[in-house]
């Protein structure tokens, strides 16, 4: 796969998770997150939305996610979801 093919890829994740947030806080009225943000500490995420963000996630991959013990910090932000769970070779 491309670069820009990974890139739009990311993007277009990026969007479909937003947009995912702002459906599980709809009475919230934050801006998106950008790539970086923790989304934990700023509101975006908890844990409930994590369960559907799982849920999500794996509809969306077409599989099931595998989770170890140190998963947590993989949800932190829009990039390592992204890096660790949709990109290819992650462990998603």
Same mark, same amino acid.
């Given at each position: 796969m491309s670069? %820009? #093919?990974?890139? #739009? *890829?990311?993007? !277009?994740?990026? #969007? %479909?998770?937003? #947009?995912?947030l702002r459906d599980l806080k709809p009475e919230r009225d934050f801006p998106d997150p950008a790539p970086d943000t923790h989304l934990w500490a700023e509101g975006y995420l908890d844990s409930l939305g994590m369960l559907e963000l799982i849920y999500f996630l794996e509809e969306r991959l077409g =599989? !099931?996610?595998?989770? %170890? =013990? *140190?998963f947590l910090p993989t949800f932190f932000t829009l990039r390592s979801i992204y890096e660790t769970y949709a990109l290819p070779g992650g462990r998603g």
């Open positions: 670069n %820009s #093919a990974i890139n #739009a *890829d990311r993007e !277009e994740f990026y #969007a %479909s998770v937003t #947009a995912l =599989g !099931e996610i595998e989770l %170890s =013990g *140190d």
